[in-house]
Antibody, heavy 119, light 108 residues
Framework: EVQLVQSGAEVKKPGESLKISCKGSGYSFTSYWIGWVRQMPGKGLEWMGIIYPGDSDTRYSPSFQGQVTISADKSISTAYLQWSSLKASDTAMYYC????????????WGKGTTVTVSS | EIVMTQSPATLSVSPGERATLSCRASQSVSSNLAWYQQKPGQAPRLLIYGASTRATGIPARFSGSGSGTEFTLTISSLQSEDFAVYYCQQYNNWPPQTFGQGTKVEIK
């Protein structure tokens, strides 16, 4: 079974750093792009960026460029999303998803990681 | 950046009735458009890709149409499990890929 398993919920303070993960299984992890999507409370879906684990080619939405870092460790089939200094406005659900083909639609989704940033 | 606009924001439909959701792109995305369904507390689920191809396991009551800038998702006979929020997404020009703001299908 193809699946993406995301790390658990996080509660952090403003200014702290954070790295959340997304582990793929049941398919060739290095052959598909992995994307990250933000959903703020009660809001819609926002595409943040994408990484190709095969060579770590990474692209960002201009809205998120410089705000987060996307990375991957292909040896353990895991993609990451990280922040160096969290803000309250980073409070959201974060989904990873597999992009079919050359970065096309998202056909497999993780269950999401809730990030809460509060003092 | 391509802006995706969905209408209506909320659609009130009775079970068994037909629902028609619209999605417009600010410039042509060819047929590189997907539809997703999201239920409360769940991750989105892929319904349609390539504007009109149903994803694996998606019932035939879901159909997609359109190309260029105008797209439609039709649910032919709404079932109780279909009440959810639906998003369109373009993957023609990226980064960034962009989503519409969503259409909530609620019980009338």
């Amino acid at each position: 079974e193809v699946q993406l398993v995301q790390s658990g919920a996080e509660v952090k303070k403003p200014g702290e750093s954070l790295k959340i993960s997304c582990k793929g299984s049941g398919y060739s992890f290095t052959s598909y792009w992995i994307g990250w999507v933000r959903q703020m409370p009660g809001k819609g879906l926002e595409w943040m960026g994408i990484i190709y684990p095969g060579d770590s080619d990474t692209r960002y939405s201009p809205s998120f460029q410089g705000q987060v870092t996307i990375s991957a460790d292909k040896s353990i089939s895991t993609a990451y999303l990280q922040w160096s200094s969290l803000k309250a406005s980073d409070t959201a659900m974060y989904y990873c998803a597999r992009h079919y083909g050359a970065g096309y639609y998202m056909d497999v989704w993780g269950k999401g990681t809730t990030v809460t940033v509060s003092s | 950046e391509i802006v995706m606009t969905q209408s209506p924001a909320t659609l009130s439909v009775s079970p068994g009735e037909r629902a028609t959701l619209s999605c417009r792109a600010s410039q042509s995305v060819s047929s590189n458009l997907a539809w997703y369904q999201q239920k409360p507390g769940q991750a989105p689920r892929l319904l349609i890709y390539g504007a009109s191809t149903r994803a694996t396991g998606i019932p035939a009551r879901f159909s997609g149409s359109g190309s260029g800038t105008e797209f439609t998702l039709t649910i032919s006979s709404l079932q109780s499990e279909d009440f959810a929020v639906y998003y369109c997404q373009q993957y023609n020009n990226w980064p960034p890929q962009t989503f519409g703001q969503g259409t909530k299908v609620e019980i009338k």
